[in-house]
């Protein structure tokens, strides 16, 4: 079973609140990812880094930023939550080689009133 | 740019019957080939890949899975499915070389006895 661990699990919060969405894994993976998933829709890539002080944009536009100070660490912040915003957040990590599996966390869902 | 298409949003099936969730894709370069599995309230799990090699890949819950480039396909195959396999499948791919997925919008599998 894959060590990747996301919270909070279930977030409610109001317009205009900043926010952090945390996301740990303990395999020393360097590559990290954060996905998008909406009911009934595909996962989309929002952000990526390849390493400690490397981030990329995904696919898919997100207002969110994210940070990779420490290899096992990958936190997702939000200035300025919006409805707009509200959908389920998945962080997953992968080790080297190519076509190495990405090893999903939990998952956070986040509602925003 | 790869698109996934998963074309049956919903497959109801009944306990120990057999089951095929199909999976489309579109690359116009080589490609590594994923199946996630995700029940509720849980993160994705790798259920099986296609990297390179022998065309039929297996996972250790019966599921398989055949790679068919002329098609374009990576269908998913059990022929005996359990209550206990209920849950959203998500077909994805990768360009071979590349660690970013692209994930199909999933399919829901619903046992029922």
């Known amino acids: 079973e894959a060590d990747i661990y996301q919270t909070p699990r279930y977030l409610v919060i109001g317009t205009g609140k900043k926010i952090t969405l945390e996301c740990s894994q303990t395999?020393?993976?360097?590559?990290m990812y954060w996905y998008q998933q909406d009911p009934g829709m595909e996962l989309h890539l929002i952000h990526y880094s390849y390493g400690v002080n490397s981030t990329e944009k995904g696919d898919l536009s997100s207002e969110s930023t994210v940070s990779r100070i420490r290899t096992e660490h990958f936190p997702l912040t939000l200035e300025s939550a919006r409805p707009s915003h509200t959908s389920q957040y998945l962080c997953a990590s992968s080790g080297p080689g190519q076509g190495s599996t990405q090893y999903f966390g939990p998952g956070t869902r986040l509602t925003v009133l | 740019a790869q698109s996934v298409t998963q074309l049956d949003s919903q497959v109801p099936v009944f306990e120990e019957a057999p089951v095929e969730l199909r999976c489309n894709y579109s690359?116009?370069?080589?490609?590594?080939l994923f199946w996630y599995v995700q029940y509720p309230n849980q993160g994705l799990q790798l259920l099986l890949k296609?990297?390179?090699?022998?065309?039929l890949v297996e996972s250790i819950n019966g599921f398989e899975a055949e790679f068919n480039k002329s098609q374009t396909s990576f269908h998913l195959r059990k022929p005996s499915v359990h209550i206990s396999d209920t849950a959203e499948y998500f077909c994805?791919?990768?360009?071979?070389?590349?660690?970013?997925?692209?994930f199909g919008t999933g399919t829901r599998l619903l046992v029922s006895p």
């Open positions: 395999m020393g993976h360097d590559k």
């Open positions: 296609y990297l390179s090699g022998s065309t």
């Open positions: 994805a791919v990768s360009e071979a070389g590349f660690q970013k997925l692209v």
């Open positions: 690359s116009s370069v080589s490609v590594y």
